[in-house]
């Protein structure tokens, strides 16, 4: 019993991580149809940047608001110079290569400035020696944290979405871009809020996971975002519960497969379901078919 | 200031080329002796290669300082990054290889990217130093006690040097062990003998034997299957940065159970990881260097480390006596380097099959980690004899590796 709610409380924690990259990922896609594939280099670059400020001594708090702050500038950059340039041509797929060569320049940069070794990221709130007993079990109270604030992030996200303005006009962008800039909705300001808004939950994404791990190095990153990947379309591309959920699910499998069958069979497991999903039902869990009228 | 695109893609695309050349290294210089080689300069376990490139320059400056080798001096020909990636060590060594005027190798750090390259290295002939590659059939394709490759040469810990140190004690100490390895050459094979060599000597031994791949940021069901089995004890052959997030994951799971790790595992990256918690690890790694009393050899070394680079993060918390990790990555390669100096000066030249008729009469060769010996069928030279046990422990507020084996 023991050996299983750790397991699974392994799995939720880093699932619900793995559901907040899944709706960065949706964010984009719901209102450009595009992706951002360097978002593993966005994770990295917030968690070395804060790293770097509390090693230097700067607050906690603090130091995560600059690293933020600095993100949020890099998506204005990304948006403003990869994206949109490649959304002048139909049914061009340069903004893959693009934002994928903005991930790949931002590891160059980071082994320039904080040197290539894993940075040592510090314990927020709690140690890995911190736990409460539940039921007899130890249960570590740095994985109790990250998942209630990776749920608390998909639950203020979801109010915004639904209950204001501009998740509204968001929402109206990615149902029809050009009929929401006929009636007033300024479409390009929302897809920029919503690079902001993505690059902003993987930043967050990537100071929880550094957390759970304790370092943090220039190639940190890219192997999580292929888990949010297989988490967004598990759950179904551009369903926020969804994401959560397919998140979840492939955290908690891949610690049972490992703690039950096979520490080997851990990392195929996540790529079998996502196989499993797309023959099965290509719309994900929560995803609803796409009917075009020809 | 208003950039073009045009002008700001050039920049890039000029940047990306000039990136894709590598380091190139020094100018050259005419009538030196030139070696070469491809490593992790970069990356998240850059201080192999960066150690060992240090440990290379270190004897190249003493040998030019002392005249130089055939009336030359030695430099540094070539000296590519592969951040370790086994795929950019093929692309580097082949650069390296149609360099006609490199006369000396040495391997990349790591089993994988060895591995990926050695059979190029083989079948071109010049003499290879091989600092840090742990798997045998880098030396020996057949595996321990068989030919080895013929202009192949190590000075790293053989794992089935390492296994046999590593499972004699733990089997004697321990009836239940969990090993823990990364998917790697290195991890694979020194998983395998580790367990190998616990059952020869404890055949009722019970091994929970599990794997991890490299830069994996949780463990928990690894350390769960460790648990189950209930092992008294937690051997993990790896590298340091994920030795600490094994460390934190064993700490959240209030798993107490003794920490033993293999001599990569002791690097820098393991202690910036975890801090204190580091406290109680145990393991392996090079005798000599970290010794109360070191041999001048190993003096003369050490001082001129600290000359040039400090008591830095290789050479560990204590100014006065060195991490003993900085045997595996920097004097592998400073041992490496002063051998093949000897055989050239032995074979008065740099031809391949000279030097490996000198190389393969090395006798007596006194090094930072041990004494050299190399004969036609034995290219290996670090030895059980050559290892200590080591323990991290807090000494007067500050962590320290005591070495518990004398």
Redesign the interface.
């Known amino acids: 019993m023991e050996d299983f709610l750790t397991l699974l409380l392994a799995g939720i924690s880093v699932g619900a991580v793995y559901g907040l990259i899944a709706i960065g990922l949706n964010l984009t896609f719901w209102t450009t149809k595009t992706m951002n594939f360097g978002q593993g280099s966005v994770m990295m670059l917030c968690a070395m940047l804060t790293a770097t400020m509390i090693a230097r001594g700067w607050p906690q708090v603090l130091s995560i608001l600059a690293a933020l702050a600095v993100i949020v500038v890099l998506m204005v950059f990304t948006e403003t110079y990869t994206v949109r340039p490649a959304l002048k041509i139909e049914g061009s797929m340069g903004w893959a290569v693009s934002t994928l060569g903005v991930g790949i320049v931002l590891q160059g940069f980071a082994s320039l400035w904080f040197g290539s070794q894993a940075l040592a990221f510090p314990d927020i709130i709690f140690s890995a020696i911190d736990d409460v007993v539940v039921f007899g079990v130890h249960v570590s109270l740095q994985y109790i944290a990250v998942l209630i604030l990776a749920l608390a992030l998909v639950v203020v996200f979801e109010l915004l979405v639904r209950g204001t303005v501009w998740g509204r006009a968001m929402r109206a962008v990615s149902m029809d871009a050009d009929l929401a800039s006929v009636i007033g909705i300024p479409v390009r300001v929302v897809v920029l809020g919503s690079y902001i808004a993505s690059g902003v939950l993987a930043g967050v994404s990537g100071i929880l996971v550094a957390q759970i791990g304790g370092t943090v190095d220039p190639a940190f990153g890219f192997e999580l975002v292929i888990f949010g990947f297989v988490a967004a379309v598990l759950g179904g591309m551009g369903s926020t519960t969804g994401a959560l959920a397919g998140g979840i699910v492939a955290g908690v499998l891949q610690q049972m497969v490992g703690g039950y069958i096979s520490s080997a069979a851990q990392h195929g497991m996540a790529f079998a379901l996502l196989i499993l999903i797309l023959v099965v039902r290509p719309q994900g869990l929560f995803g609803q078919r796409e009917i075009v009228k020809v | 200031m208003f950039v073009s695109?045009r002008r700001l893609l050039t920049a890039?695309s000029a940047l990306a080329a000039v990136?894709s050349m590598g380091f190139p290294g020094r100018a050259r210089a005419a009538g030196t002796i030139k070696i070469g080689f491809t490593t992790a300069l970069?990356?998240?376990?850059?201080?192999f290669g960066e150690g060992y490139k240090r440990g290379i320059e270190l004897a190249i400056e003493k040998i030019n300082k002392a005249g130089g080798v055939l009336g030359k001096q030695i430099e540094i020909g070539m000296m590519l990054d592969d951040?370790l990636i086994p795929d950019r060590a093929v692309q580097n060594m082949r650069r390296v290889l149609d360099n006609k005027d490199i006369v000396g190798l040495f391997c990349p750090s790591g089993s994988g990217p060895t591995l990926a390259v050695v059979d190029m290295i083989a079948a071109d002939g010049r003499p290879t130093m091989n600092p840090q590659a742990q798997t045998p059939t880098v030396i020996y394709p057949g595996g321990p006690g068989t030919k080895p490759r013929p202009n192949v040469y190590t000075f790293s810990i053989q794992n089935d040097i390492e296994a046999n140190f590593l499972a004699s004690i733990l089997a004697k100490k321990f009836n239940r062990i969990g090993l823990l390895n990364e998917?790697t050459g290195y991890g694979k094979t020194g998983g395998e003998l580790i367990k190998a060599g616990i059952m020869r000597l404890k055949s009722d031994a019970v091994v929970t034997h599990?794997?991890?791949?490299q830069?994996d940021?949780?463990m928990?069901?690894?350390l769960?299957?460790v648990?189950?089995a209930r092992s008294e004890a937690l051997m993990v052959v790896g590298l340091g940065?994920d030795m600490?997030?094994i460390r934190?994951?064993m700490?959240?799971?209030?798993m107490t159970t003794p920490l033993y790790v293999s001599a990569g595992g002791f690097s820098?990256?393991y202690v910036?990881?975890?801090?204190d918690?580091a406290a109680g690890t145990m393991g392996s790694q090079f005798r000599k260097i970290a010794a109360k009393a070191p041999a001048p050899e190993v003096v003369e070394f050490l001082n001129a480390y600290k000359a040039k680079h400090g008591t830095d993060r290789l050479w560990g918390s204590d100014p006065q006596i060195p991490s003993p990790s900085m045997g595996g990555t920097v004097a592998t390669g400073f041992d490496g380097m002063m051998v093949m100096a000897d055989a050239w000066r032995r074979a008065g030249s740099t031809d391949p099959a000279a030097t490996i008729k000198a190389l393969d009469a090395t006798k007596g060769f006194v090094g930072v980690n041990c004494t050299y010996e190399f004969t036609p069928d034995k290219h290996h030279a670090i030895e059980v004899g050559d290892l200590a046990t080591y323990e991290y422990a807090k000494i007067d507020g500050r962590l320290m590796l005591v070495q518990t084996s004398l």
């Open positions: 695109r890039t990136a970069t990356g998240p376990f850059n201080e951040q998917s599990e794997s991890y791949n830069k940021q949780d928990t069901a690894q769960v299957r648990q189950r940065a600490a997030v934190k994951n700490l959240r799971m209030n820098p990256p910036e990881g975890v801090g918690l």
